[in-house]
C-alpha cells in the first residue's frame, strides 16, 4: 500500500472503533430490561389513587391481615 | 494478472479454496440448525425459516470479519498471504450468504401482507427516534446495498477502469458497511437474546477486527521510522539504504528514503535493481516478494515486473517506477527520486571478490 493509504487505514479505525463499540453499548443499555420493577407512573395504573402513598396499600392488607389473625 | 477479462479468475489454487470455503459454509449452517434443532424444542422450538435466516446472518458475518481481518494480518504475519491471494473470491461469497439472508428474511416477515415487500421493508417500521425499536432491517439493507457494490466492482476491469488508488478507496467503504452491520446486530437479535456471550461475541468482534488494523499501522509506522534512520544521505542524490549482505539472493528488502514512498530492494544475478514499493495492481508491497522466472513478484496476487525496467513482462504491459541505485564497497546506494514507470535502469553489479 502506499504510505497514504496505510495512514487512511489506521486513521479511520481510530475513529471508527470508539464510534461503533459506543453505538453498540448504547444499544445494547437500551434494550427494555426482562424483569421490570413494579411502575410508579400513575397513568400505568387508571384505578390507582394520584395521591396515595405508595405503601400505603401494602400497609393496609398487612394491617387487615392481622386484624383477621386475631382471635 | 491475465491480458484479457474472464468472468471468473479461476487456477488451482483458487479451485481449492473456494472448495474449501464452499465446504465451510454447508458446514457451518447444517452444524447450526442441527443445534438450534436440538437445543431449542417444545415451546421454545424454532421455525426451520428463522433458523435458516439467523444461521446465514451468522455465516455471513463471520465470514466478513475474516474479510477484515485478512489485510492486517498478511502485514503482520506473511503466513496469512494465502488468505490475501483469494480475498476476492470470499467478499464475493459473503455478499451471496448475505443476500440469502436477506431474501429470506424480507419474504418471512414482509412477504404475506398486502404491501410489496420492499416497500413493507422501508415503511413498516418508522421509529426512528427509538434505539430499542429502531428499524434495524433498514441498517442490513444498506450494508447488503454496499456489498454488493464492492462483490461487482471486485474484478480487473473495474480495478483497471477506475485505476487501483480510486478503486482501493471505493473498497474502504466496506468498513461503513461493517459498522452498519454490527449495529443491524446489536439492535436487532441483540435486544431479544439476552445471552451476554452473544453480546460478548459482537464486541470482541469489533475489538479484534480494529485492534488489527491499529496495531498493522502502528507496526508499519514503526518500520517507517527505523527504516529512515537507518539511511544517510551520502554525496548528491545518493542515499545509503544499507549493505548488499541485508539482501537476500533473489528476495527483495524495503528502504524508507525521508517522506516517500518505500523503495524496494532487489538481489538477483549478482546485481541490485531499485523500484517503488507499491505494485500498480492493488499496491502490494513488492519488496516482500521474491524474484521467480526473472521478475520480480508481488507477494499479495503475483503481479511481475522485470527489476531492471519495472515493466511487466510481454503480453502484460503494467508498469512500476525504477530507482537509480549503484553499489559502493558493500553499500547500497540509490537516487531517491523515482523514475517515469518503466525507465530502464542499469543495475548495479556486486562486487563479489569482497564478499567473504
Known sequence: MTRAQRRWHAAIWLLLAPVILYLLIAALTARPAVWAPPSMDPAADPGADPG???GAGAAAHETADHVEDRP | MSVGYVTVQWNRHKRVYDSLVGGGVALYLALFIIAGKTLYTGAHAISDEILAIRALGTCAYLMLHVVLCTG??????RRFLPLLYNRRHLGVATFLVALAHAT????FYHGFGNVNPFISLLTSNVNL???????????GLAALLILFLMAATSHDFWLKNLGAPAWKRLHMVVYLAYALLVLHVALGILQTQRSPWLAGLVGAGVVIVAGLHVVAGLRERGH????AQRTARVNGPWVDVGCVDDVPDR?????????GERIALFRYDGCISATTNVCAHQGGPLGEGRIIDGCVTCPWHGWQYRPGD???PPPFTERIATHRVR???RRIQVDPTPLAPGTAVTPARIEEDHHG
Open chain 1, 52 to 54: 396515595a402513598d405508595p
Open chain 2, 104 to 107: 429470506i428474511a424480507i419474504g
Open chain 2, 251 to 259: 528476495r527483495g528488502m524495503t528502504a524508507t528514503v525521508g517522506g
Open chain 2, 310 to 312: 519495472g515493466q511487466s
Open chain 2, 327 to 329: 553499489v559502493v564497497g
Open chain 2, 224 to 227: 517507517d521510522r527505523r527504516g
Open chain 2, 72 to 77: 492486517p494480518l498478511a502485514r503482520l504475519d
Open chain 2, 129 to 139: 427516534g427509538s434505539l430499542s425499536a429502531f428499524p434495524f432491517q433498514l441498517l
